[in-house]
Antibody, heavy 116, light 112 residues
């Protein structure tokens, strides 16, 4: 079945850039669906960060736009998240997920802590 | 963009029924489908209800979803409460004009 796995550093310094990768198995991200990043913190609950579609179009949460870039490597079946100028408020569990009407499946999540 | 507002917490006794609301701040609740997710501690969210009232595969019929245009809200009802239903529940919808996805703040269900 389709599986997603997040990877990346668990600790990022304030003002630096957060980088995460989502590797998808058992389905080609270039075939169909949207593919997205979501984060979860105690303060904000689940927050949609941004998505890409199978045609390579990108969509971002307006509240984060300007700091977030999502990109995809279709040949490796991966998509990535970069978030610049991070602060402690960006400390969260970051998920990637497939979106087809609803979110799912989800990755297991990657905890990112912003701290010096 | 709109906001989806949920109660922070609800509780109920085993065997009883609880309802969790999800109110849309602007636009109509029926403008876009509403989904509901369950998240148990330490796990990723899983889909319960999609397209307002459709149960996902494997979800017991104790779980049901609905929308109410008069209150501009969606509801998740759980009947025959079980201790295993203790979890966080999130509603989610979508803005099609400039594709964006919105989650509610989540509701913690306690089964007393």
């Amino acid at each position: 079945q389709v599986q997603l796995q997040e990877s990346g550093p668990g600790l990022v310094k304030p003002s630096e850039t957060l980088s995460l990768m989502c590797t998808v198995s058992a389905y080609s991200i270039s075939n169909d669906y949207y593919w997205g990043w979501i984060r979860q913190s105690p303060a904000k609950g689940l927050e949609w960060i941004g998505s890409l579609d199978h045609r390579g179009n990108y969509y971002y949460n307006p509240s984060l736009k300007g700091r977030v870039t999502i990109s995809a490597d279709m040949s490796k079946n991966q998509f990535s998240l970069k978030m610049t100028s991070v602060t402690a408020a960006d400390t969260a569990l970051y998920y990637c997920a497939r979106i087809g009407g609803h979110f799912g499946p989800w990755g297991q999540g990657a905890l990112v802590t912003v701290s010096s | 963009n709109f906001i989806l507002t949920q109660p922070h917490s609800v509780s109920g006794s085993p065997g009883k029924t609880v309802t969790i609301s999800c109110t849309r701040s602007s636009g109509g609740i029926d403008d876009n489908y509403v989904q509901w997710y369950q998240q148990r501690p330490g796990s990723s969210p899983t889909i319960l209800i999609y397209e307002d009232d459709q149960r996902a595969s494997g979800v017991p019929d104790r779980f049901s979803g609905s929308i109410d245009s008069s209150s501009n809200s969606a509801s998740l009802s759980i009947s025959g409460l079980k201790t295993e239903d203790e979890a966080d529940y999130y509603c989610q919808s979508y803005e099609a004009s400039n594709p964006t996805w919105v989650f509610g703040g989540g509701t913690k269900l306690t089964v007393l």
